[in-house]
């Protein structure tokens, strides 16, 4: 098993979303996956979702060298929208949204 895997390049912008500090060991050839920051997006590939290494024997991993991580960049389409909403960026807080009652729906054809 390995204790833990290996940490990202801190200038990578990446979490590990499948472990924590705080679960057991990982099994061998099992996998962790690693994804970008709260609104960032791979750099390479923008459709991309997460990175895998995988629990070597050995506590050895199959990974990245450690400056060699994909990086994530601030996503331009989430703060385009934000922008168009009038929020100004993705780090500001949206306003709240009232529902309609029910029979006030408008009918478009698109």
């Known amino acids: 098993m390995c204790l833990a895997p290996p940490l990202a390049d801190s200038a990578a912008n990446l979490e590990a979303t499948t472990w924590n500090q705080h679960q057991q060991p990982v099994p061998f050839y099992d996998y962790v996956s690693f994804s970008c920051l709260r609104g960032m997006k791979f750099e390479e590939d923008f459709d991309q979702i997460s990175v895998e290494v ?4 050995g506590n050895m991993w199959n990974s990245p060298a450690t400056n060699e991580w994909p ?6 389409n989430i703060n385009n929208v934000a922008k168009l909403l009038g929020h100004g960026s993705f780090s500001q807080p949206s306003t709240a949204m009232t529902p309609l009652p029910p029979g006030k729906l408008e009918k478009r054809q698109w």
């Open 71 to 76: 990086k994530c960049v601030p996503s331009k």
């Open 54 to 57: 995988q629990c070597q024997p």
